[in-house]
């Protein structure tokens, strides 16, 4: 299966700030599977990111996704109070599914 | 809007089956990919199977002798079976609903903590 690697663990930031999310995978993801979640505890994990770069409906416009093959970055522009969370990618290029460890987005 | 709620025994003894039901709201269950997920403080997220209205169903290699996901249209809502469980399989269960061409889990459920123990 893929295994996803996920840095850092933890990102300590302030509002305002920037945040760079990498996701890595053990071998190439075809055809662009690889999205990402936000999940806040006690809430249900929300798809952000599908196809790599594609928001889904309602995510604002700080979240972007890049990149190919085996690299890939979820980038939040400017960090609102409320997106503070843990980051997962995931990857259906190669079944089964797999998750990335995620990168928890820590108050500073 | 779409909502899932997982429901089902919070703690299972082991060698014994473990069972979920999710139920849905805001949509029918039929032409849709259903699926179950789990997440341990050991494995992470984990991905256990699918079901679709026309019976198919596909599984994790690491679960696939053990787990049957199967989906009742008139109550719209699908189940997990997970048999011969040991403390290995405590987890938070969740269920999704997969997006086709976003190949993306779109709408999760809260998630509920199954503990296996005796």
């Known amino acids: 299966e893929v295994v996803l690697t996920q840095s850092p663990g933890t990102l300590s930031l302030s509002p305002g700030e920037g945040a760079t999310l990498s996701c890595r995978a053990s071998q190439s993801v075809p055809n662009t599977y690889l999205n990402w979640y936000q999940h806040k505890p006690g809430r249900a994990p929300r798809l952000l990111i599908y196809n790599v770069a594609t928001r889904a409906t309602g995510i604002p416009d700080r979240f972007s996704g890049s990149g190919s093959g085996t690299d890939f970055t979820l980038t939040i522009s400017r960090l609102e109070p409320e997106d503070f969370a843990v980051y997962y990618c995931?990857?259906?290029?190669?079944?089964?599914?797999?998750f990335g460890g995620g990168t928890k987005v820590e108050i500073k | 809007q779409v909502h899932l709620q997982e429901s089902g025994p919070r703690l299972v003894k082991p060698s014994e089956t473990l069972s979920l039901t999710c139920s849905v709201s805001g949509i029918s269950t039929i032409g849709y990919y259903w699926n179950w997920i789990r997440q341990s403080p050991v494995k992470g997220l984990e991905w256990i199977g699918y079901?679709?209205?026309?019976?198919?169903?596909r599984y994790n290699p690491s679960v696939r002798s053990r787990a049957t996901v199967s989906l009742d249209t008139s109550k719209n809502q699908f189940t997990l079976r997970l048999t011969s469980v040991t403390a290995a399989d405590t987890a938070v269960y969740y269920c999704?609903?997969?997006?086709?061409?976003?190949?993306?889990?779109?709408?999760w459920g809260l998630g509920t903590l199954v503990t296996v123990s005796s």
């Open positions: 999704a609903k997969w997006r086709e061409g976003a190949n993306a889990f779109d709408v």
């Open positions: 079901i679709f209205h026309t019976g198919s169903s």
């Open positions: 995931q990857q259906y290029g190669t079944a089964p599914v797999t």
